[in-house]
T-cell receptor
Framework: QKEVEQNSGPLSVPEGAIASLNCTYS??????FFWYRQYSGKSPELIMF????GDKEDGRFTAQLNKASQYVSLLIRDSQPSDSATYLC????????????FGKGTKLSVIP | EAGVVQSPRYKIIEKKQPVAFWCNPI?????LYWYRQNLGQGPELLIR????????DSQLPKDRFSAERLKGVDSTLKIQPAELGDSAVYLC??????????????FGEGSRLTVL
């Protein structure tokens, strides 16, 4: 069973702080990892993807991947109330079959 | 450019009744997905189409669920008969290609099903 694990939260951070969202995955064959943001009652939207070990930065967002530890994280700098949403981590489970496995999501609340 | 369009947005039915959901993907996107999202959970893949061919339907409960994508564009997902446990949001997504490293999935707003 290929699993993606996330702490469901809620994670509360004050406005302007760094929010750190974590994710672990069970399938060592997973190649690519995605962070989606989902506002309440809305559909998921892609924030970032990463497939190489290390950090990948895009504006206020930084994705981090450690394949040896099977660990993915998303850092949100200068958190804003508009960042309040559920963040879904997803892993692609390898060549041959495009199976994107999602975690349950972490609910983030940014307190003004 | 129009996004992924789904209808209906909301559907309330009694158990054992049939229900159908419709999806129009982004123009030019050859890959179409149906996901189911239960409350407090992440989306789970039901079926993936490459053009009109269903290439991954291993998670589709085939005793009551069916899907089709005629002409490789619009798709419908049907449940017959519906059960209480089918209450969920059914998400349609599309992408240019099933390439994991660069293929972004674009989701529709979803169809929220409530089975009474």
């Amino acid at each position: 069973q290929k699993e993606v694990e996330q702490n469901s939260g809620p994670l509360s951070v004050p406005e302007g702080a760094i929010a750190s969202l974590n994710c672990t995955y069970s399938d060592r064959g997973s190649q690519s990892f995605f962070w989606y943001r989902q506002y309440s009652g809305k559909s998921p939207e892609l924030i970032m993807f990463i497939y190489s070990n290390g950090d990948k930065e895009d504006g206020r967002f930084t994705a981090q991947l450690n394949k040896a530890s099977q660990y993915v994280s998303l850092l949100i700098r200068d958190s804003q109330p508009s960042d309040s949403a559920t963040y879904l981590c997803a892993a692609h489970s390898g060549a041959g079959s495009y199976q994107l496995t999602f975690g349950k999501g972490t609910k983030l609340s940014v307190i003004p | 450019e129009a996004g992924v369009v789904q209808s209906p947005r909301y559907k309330i039915i009694e158990k054992k009744q049939p229900v159908a959901f419709w999806c129009n993907p982004i123009s030019g996107h050859n890959t179409l997905y149906w996901y189911r999202q239960n409350l407090g959970q992440g989306p789970e893949l039901l079926i993936r189409y490459e053009n009109e061919e269903a290439v991954d339907d291993s998670q589709l409960p085939k005793d009551r669920f069916s899907a089709e994508r005629l002409k490789g564009v619009d798709s419908t997902l049907k449940i017959q008969p519906a059960e209480l446990g089918d209450s969920a949001v059914y998400l349609c997504a599309s992408s240019l290609a099933a390439t994991p490293n660069t293929g972004e999935l674009f989701f529709g707003e979803g169809s929220r099903l409530t089975v009474l």
